[in-house]
C-alpha cells in the first residue's frame, strides 16, 4: 500500500485557519470512516487528536475539527496558535487488519 | 495514564536483527481493550505502521514488512517486543511503540517517547 498523500508544509499567522489535507484512495480513506491525526512536536511523543473522521479525544482543543470527502480527509486547526507548530500525520485503516500513515505535514506559525 | 517506554540498542548491523522492548506503566498489557503497536518514522519521512500484537498473543503485520518482523508480548512483565531481521540502512528510523484504542486498534491514543535506531556498520 502507498502512503496517504499530504502536503509538505502548511503556514499561517496567528489567530487563522488552516486545512490539511491526507488524501488516499478507495482502499483506505475513502472505505472507511476510520481515519486519525496525530500532532507531533519534534523529539516528544505524537499525540492524537482527531479520531473516526472527526472525533476529539477528552482534553484536545476544539480548534481542531476533521472531516472527510471521498478519498481526502482534512484536519482543520482554527485560531492558530504558536503551540501549534508542529508536525501532523494522518492515519487510516486500510483494510485486512492493516494501517496508512500520510506522508507527514509541518505547520508553520508566522 | 498508561505509559510507554521503548528500550533497545543504540546501533543495529546490516544483516542482524534489530530488537526492541516496549514497556507498559500505569495500565495492565492484558486488558482487552487495547492492541499493542510498533510504528516508524525514518529521518525525513512519514510514520510507517508496522503491526500490531493482542494480548492473546495474535500479530498483525504490514504487509510490506511481514516476512521480516516478529512481534511477542509477555503479559507478566507487562511488555511486548519487536523483532526486525535483516536489516538494512532503509531501516534507520525513531521506532515508537504505541497502544491501539477504539476496537481492533482503530487508532493510537498513547505513544512512547521513540528510540532512534541507526542501521550502520
Known amino acids: 500500500q502507498s502512503a496517504l498523500t499530504q502536503p509538505a508544509s502548511v503556514s499561517g499567522s496567528p489567530g487563522q485557519s488552516i486545512t490539511i489535507s491526507c488524501t488516499g484512495t478507495?482502499?483506505?480513506?475513502?472505505?472507511?470512516?476510520?481515519v486519525s491525526w496525530y500532532q507531533h512536536h519534534p523529539g516528544k511523543a505524537p499525540k492524537l487528536i482527531i479520531y473516526?473522521?472527526?472525533k476529539r479525544p477528552s482534553g484536545v482543543s476544539n480548534r481542531f475539527s476533521g472531516s472527510k470527502s471521498g478519498n481526502t480527509a482534512s484536519l482543520t486547526i482554527s485560531g492558530l496558535q504558536a503551540e501549534d507548530e508542529a508536525d501532523y500525520h494522518c492515519?487510516?485503516?486500510?483494510?485486512?487488519?492493516?494501517?496508512?500513515f500520510g506522508t507527514g505535514t509541518k505547520v508553520t506559525v508566522l | 495514564q498508561v505509559q510507554l517506554q521503548e528500550s533497545g540498542p543504540g546501533l543495529v548491523k546490516p544483516s542482524q536483527t534489530l530488537s526492541l522492548t516496549c514497556i507498559v506503566s500505569?495500565?495492565?498489557?492484558?486488558?482487552?481493550?487495547?492492541?499493542w503497536g510498533w510504528i516508524r518514522q525514518p529521518p525525513g519521512k512519514g510514520l510507517e505502521w508496522i503491526g500490531y500484537?493482542?494480548?492473546?498473543?495474535?500479530?498483525y503485520y504490514n504487509p510490506s514488512l511481514k516476512s521480516r518482523v516478529t512481534m511477542s508480548v509477555d503479559t507478566s512483565k507487562n511488555q511486548f517486543s519487536l523483532n526486525l531481521s535483516s536489516v538494512t540502512a532503509a531501516d534507520t528510523a525513531v521506532y515508537y511503540c504505541?497502544?491501539?484504542?477504539?476496537?481492533?486498534?482503530?487508532?493510537?491514543?498513547?505513544w512512547g517517547q521513540g528510540t532512534l535506531v541507526p542501521v550502520s556498520s
Open positions: 504505541a497502544r491501539g484504542s477504539g476496537g481492533g486498534g482503530r487508532y493510537f491514543d498513547s
Open positions: 478507495s482502499s483506505d480513506v475513502g472505505n472507511y470512516n476510520l
Open positions: 473516526e473522521v472527526s
Open positions: 500484537i493482542y494480548y492473546s498473543g495474535s500479530t
Open positions: 500505569g495500565g495492565s498489557l492484558s486488558n482487552a481493550n487495547y492492541y
Open positions: 492515519c487510516s485503516y486500510a483494510g485486512s487488519s492493516n494501517y496508512v
